[in-house]
């Protein structure tokens, strides 16, 4: 993990070329009275190859933002920019190539996945939107074997099962593999931890990471553990009410709060990660 | 998928609603085989003849006979020709003469005929007692003595001359081989008012109203289910303009709506599949309603959100992604509208605006000509209360289906 912390800290990615952006990105759901502002004219800028956490609490836009980001809800106003061009996805072809440079893995592995296609389905889809349709049984086979590998799932025991007889941490990894097949510039991953046991939530964050340093993607990590943030991020998004009330880089964002709500989130961690956090503090301290 | 359809093989109440609905089915495919012939051909003259087993006398009289001394003979015979009635009226007599009739059983019919001839004097008239039924008890007094005494009938010819001649003699102890005679028929439900074979009739009227319910429940089942998806899946103005359409015809109750459909299309219009289609089409909001609401707490699941982001079209994501979803729960309702749209039939029938009468018996249609000629009063329980059972049987066994699978799939609901 070590390296990992290096890395955050020897690069900065505001040198890098944007991936995607953002203006004054609004939702709004309803009307007059019932009016909800869901996201509230929020900027953001992220680099390739970055690793951006967007932290907040229940209830803060986080997963409003991440459905406009994926283009599955339009923004009320504001103008998103991939690779620094608005993006476009006004028609169906559009969209899907859009989709080729985006992609994301959901909170919930079990409702993930269609329970009445097999495994194999799943992997042979990310294989042709790639225009791998073309490619031999074989070829596919070993790109599904490799991708299995690449998240510690063997594809020999996986083959013609429905995604209901594996586990939670095993569906996540697949999602994972999915990723690692389509390779896209960015990663959505919306509380991919939330649901699955420590264990597995260690191997699964240890994965993205490998991802990114692999592949060059940009991972936008959301998640309401700022501790989980820190731990992996290079930059850090503070949510609240719609906004962003701060970000920056991790340490600064962590180590000197201005806003009082990222205070509040870090007092908030519970004891086991404050002793968590304090010993990655100490130890970056010491570098 | 195997596995679920072991585990709804596994619901009792499903295996019982599945065999009765097979056994209906296959009477209906196996019976016209082995009984062959138009189902409304008019057998009959006369109207509801009773079931049973008809003899042709014509050809019975031209059989060789056998003699047979039977010991209860003459007994049966006296028994079969006094009527309850009879029996009534001679109770009637001894009363009026004074004669005790205490212990006596109405039933027993060499008791009653022993007091009779012990009592009966047609020289005695009992005060006010009417002239007719003086002559009505001497009658029945013929009668009674007539059975008593062994005699033969005569079958006489005209000869040459024009002058009956005596052509054969039957002798009460005659009889004759039902398998001799030429012409048996058993109607095991008897007749109905057009003289047709109920059986027959109420074979191919079921299944008739089988495929009735059957082209009614996919129509509805089609349409409901293809607007509750876009409404659902779609959803926005979509959205608004199906569930509107759907409001106005769930608040218009649909039986009135069939019944002024069915009227407007005239009789000449309405055949079995034109009604079934009009059934179809005023009872598929339910569905609507309830695939669209399934839909809706799906479209925002994962694996759809997931689908769309691998490129798939709507067509697909709906079909793939969505339908094998509710495909459970749209099945089911397809089996309830399917005994829905029976019953809708059997009640427009019986209302008169089922298909045209020329055609095809159904259900309702029996019914309804049951009810025009009276069944249900002048007794001929045979022409109504079969076809009665056989839409019961029906609607039993395919909501005892929909509950078998209903507890398959939801398992909160097993008991």
Same mark, same amino acid.
């Given at each position: 993990?070590?390296?990992?912390?290096n890395?955050?800290?020897?690069?900065?990615?505001?040198?890098?070329?944007?991936?995607?952006?953002?203006?004054?990105?609004t939702?709004?759901?309803?009307?007059?009275?019932?009016?909800?502002?869901?996201?509230?004219?929020?900027?953001?800028?992220?680099?390739?190859?970055?690793?951006?956490?967007?932290?907040?609490?229940?209830?803060?836009?986080?997963?409003?933002?991440?459905?406009?980001?994926?283009?599955?809800?339009?923004?009320?106003?504001?103008?998103?920019?991939?690779?620094?061009?608005?993006?476009?996805i006004?028609?169906?072809?559009k969209?899907?190539?859009?989709?080729?440079?985006?992609?994301?893995?959901?909170?919930?592995?079990?409702?993930?996945?269609?329970?009445?296609?097999?495994?194999?389905?799943?992997?042979?889809?990310?294989?042709?939107?790639?225009?791998?349709?073309?490619?031999?049984?074989?070829?596919?086979?070993?790109?599904m074997?490799?991708?299995?590998?690449?998240?510690?799932?063997?594809?020999?025991?996986?083959?013609?099962?429905?995604?209901?007889?594996?586990?939670?941490g095993?569906?996540?990894r697949?999602?994972?593999?999915?990723?690692?097949l389509?390779?896209?510039k960015?990663?959505?991953?919306?509380?991919?931890?939330?649901?699955?046991?420590?264990?597995?939530?260690?191997?699964?964050?240890d994965?993205?990471?490998?991802?990114?340093?692999?592949?060059?993607?940009?991972?936008?990590?959301?998640?309401?553990?700022?501790?989980?943030?820190?731990?992996?991020s290079?930059?850090?998004?503070?949510?609240?009410?719609?906004?962003?009330?701060?970000?920056?880089?991790?340490?600064?964002?962590?180590?000197?709060?201005?806003?009082?709500?990222?205070?509040?989130?870090?007092?908030?961690?519970?004891?086991?990660?404050?002793?968590?956090?304090?010993?990655?503090?100490?130890l970056?301290?010491?570098? | 998928?195997l596995?679920?359809?072991?585990?709804?093989?596994?619901s009792?109440?499903?295996v019982?609603?599945?065999?009765?609905?097979?056994?209906?089915? @296959?009477?209906?495919?196996?019976?016209?085989l082995f009984?062959?012939?138009?189902?409304?051909?008019?057998?009959?003259?006369?109207?509801?003849?009773?079931?049973?087993?008809?003899?042709?006398?014509?050809?019975?009289?031209?059989?060789?006979?056998e003699?047979?001394?039977?010991?209860?003979?003459?007994?049966?015979?006296?028994?079969?020709?006094?009527?309850?009635?009879?029996?009534?009226?001679?109770?009637?007599?001894?009363?009026?003469?004074g004669?005790?009739?205490?212990?006596?059983?109405?039933? &027993?019919? &060499?008791?009653?005929?022993?007091?009779?001839?012990?009592?009966?004097?047609?020289?005695?008239r009992?005060?006010?007692?009417?002239?007719?039924?003086?002559?009505?008890?001497?009658?029945?007094?013929?009668?009674?003595?007539?059975?008593?005494?062994?005699?033969?009938?005569?079958?006489?010819?005209?000869?040459?001359e024009?002058?009956?001649?005596?052509?054969?003699?039957?002798a009460?102890?005659?009889?004759?081989?039902?398998?001799?005679?030429?012409?048996?028929k058993?109607?095991?439900?008897?007749?109905?008012?057009?003289?047709?074979?109920?059986?027959?009739?109420?074979?191919?009227?079921?299944?008739?109203?089988?495929?009735?319910?059957l082209?009614a429940?996919i129509?509805?089942?089609?349409?409901?289910?293809?607007?509750?998806?876009?409404?659902?899946y779609?959803?926005?103005?979509?959205?608004?303009?199906?569930m509107?359409?759907?409001?106005?015809?769930?608040?218009?109750?649909?039986?009135?709506?069939?019944?002024?459909?069915?009227?407007s299309?005239?009789?000449?219009?309405?055949?079995?599949?034109?009604?079934?289609?009009?059934?179809?089409?005023?009872?598929?909001?339910?569905?609507?309603?309830?695939?669209r609401?399934?839909?809706?707490?799906?479209?925002?699941? &994962?694996?759809?959100?997931?689908?769309?982001?691998?490129?798939?079209s709507?067509?697909?994501?709906?079909?793939?992604?969505?339908?094998?979803?509710?495909?459970?729960?749209?099945?089911?309702?397809?089996?309830?509208?399917?005994?829905?749209?029976?019953?809708?039939?059997?009640?427009?029938?019986?209302?008169?605006?089922?298909?045209?009468?020329t055609q095809v018996?159904?259900?309702?249609?029996?019914?309804?000509?049951?009810?025009?000629?009276?069944?249900?009063t002048?007794?001929?329980?045979?022409?109504?209360?079969?076809v009665i059972?056989?839409?019961?049987?029906?609607?039993?066994?395919?909501? @005892?289906?929909?509950?078998?699978?209903?507890?398959?799939?939801?398992?909160?609901?097993?008991?």
């Amino acid at each position: 993990m070590s390296e990992n912390e290096n890395t955050r800290k020897n690069i900065d990615f505001a040198e890098k070329p944007l991936c995607l952006s953002g203006r004054g990105v609004t939702k709004v759901f309803g009307l007059g009275d019932k009016k909800t502002v869901a996201v509230d004219h929020v900027d953001f800028d992220f680099h390739e190859g970055e690793f951006v956490s967007i932290v907040g609490e229940s209830g803060s836009g986080k997963t409003t933002l991440s459905k406009m980001l994926l283009g599955l809800l339009n923004q009320s106003e504001g103008q998103i920019l991939f690779q620094g061009k608005p993006r476009d996805i006004s028609s169906g072809h559009k969209k899907k190539e859009y989709w080729k440079g985006i992609q994301a893995i959901f909170q919930d592995p079990f409702s993930s996945f269609n329970t009445f296609q097999k495994v194999d389905a799943v992997l042979l889809d990310c294989i042709n939107m790639r225009g791998g349709k073309g490619l031999s049984k074989q070829e596919k086979f070993d790109m599904m074997t490799e991708a299995c590998n690449f998240v510690n799932l063997k594809f020999a025991e996986l083959t013609n099962k429905y995604p209901f007889e594996l586990s939670g941490g095993q569906m996540q990894r697949l999602m994972i593999a999915r990723i690692f097949l389509l390779k896209p510039k960015i990663l959505l991953a919306d509380e991919p931890t939330s649901m699955v046991d420590a264990c597995s939530r260690a191997t699964i964050l240890d994965m993205l990471l490998n991802l990114r340093d692999e592949t060059g993607m940009t991972v936008i990590f959301i998640t309401h553990d700022i501790g989980l943030a820190y731990y992996i991020s290079d930059t850090i998004y503070i949510m609240e009410h719609g906004k962003f009330v701060e970000y920056g880089k991790a340490d600064e964002v962590i180590l000197e709060p201005k806003a009082p709500y990222t205070k509040r989130l870090i007092s908030d961690v519970p004891k086991i990660h404050e002793e968590w956090d304090l010993s990655t503090v100490d130890l970056l301290n010491s570098n | 998928m195997l596995n679920t359809i072991k585990q709804v093989f596994h619901s009792p109440k499903f295996v019982v609603g599945f065999a009765i609905f097979v056994a209906i089915l @296959l009477t209906m495919i196996i019976y016209p085989l082995f009984c062959p012939g138009n189902p409304l051909e008019q057998i009959g003259v006369g109207t509801f003849a009773a079931p049973g087993t008809y003899v042709s006398l014509y050809d019975a009289t031209k059989s060789p006979t056998e003699t047979l001394r039977l010991p209860d003979a003459a007994d049966n015979r006296i028994e079969a020709s006094l009527s309850k009635e009879d029996r009534v009226e001679m109770v009637e007599w001894f009363g009026a003469m004074g004669i005790s009739v205490e212990g006596l059983d109405i039933e &027993d019919t &060499d008791a009653m005929v022993d007091l009779w001839n012990a009592n009966y004097d047609p020289s005695v008239r009992p005060a006010g007692m009417t002239s007719a039924k003086i002559n009505y008890y001497k009658r029945l007094d013929n009668s009674i003595k007539e059975l008593n005494a062994s005699d033969t009938v005569i079958i006489a010819d005209y000869d040459e001359e024009g002058n009956l001649v005596t052509t054969k003699t039957i002798a009460d102890t005659d009889y004759v081989n039902t398998k001799e005679i030429a012409n048996v028929k058993t109607l095991p439900l008897g007749t109905d008012n057009f003289g047709r074979d109920v059986l027959k009739e109420l074979v191919s009227a079921t299944g008739t109203s089988i495929k009735i319910g059957l082209i009614a429940g996919i129509v509805a089942t089609v349409i409901g289910l293809t607007l509750g998806l876009l409404a659902g899946y779609l959803g926005g103005i979509t959205d608004d303009i199906i569930m509107f359409v759907t409001n106005i015809f769930t608040v218009i109750p649909s039986f009135v709506l069939l019944i002024l459909i069915t009227y407007s299309l005239g009789q000449e219009q309405r055949g079995a599949a034109v009604v079934a289609i009009v059934i179809g089409f005023t009872s598929w909001t339910w569905t609507a309603r309830s695939v669209r609401s399934q839909v809706i707490s799906l479209r925002n699941r &994962d694996h759809v959100n997931l689908s769309k982001l691998s490129g798939h079209s709507l067509v697909r994501i709906v079909l793939l992604d969505i339908l094998p979803y509710i495909a459970s729960y749209v099945v089911m309702a397809f089996i309830l509208q399917v005994s829905s749209g029976i019953l809708a039939e059997a009640q427009l029938s019986l209302l008169g605006l089922g298909p045209k009468t020329t055609q095809v018996p159904t259900l309702g249609l029996m019914m309804n000509w049951a009810m025009l000629y009276s069944a249900h009063t002048n007794g001929s329980w045979w022409a109504y209360f079969p076809v009665i059972l056989v839409i019961t049987l029906i609607s039993f066994s395919l909501n @005892l289906m929909n509950t078998g699978l209903d507890q398959v799939f939801n398992p909160t609901l097993r008991d």
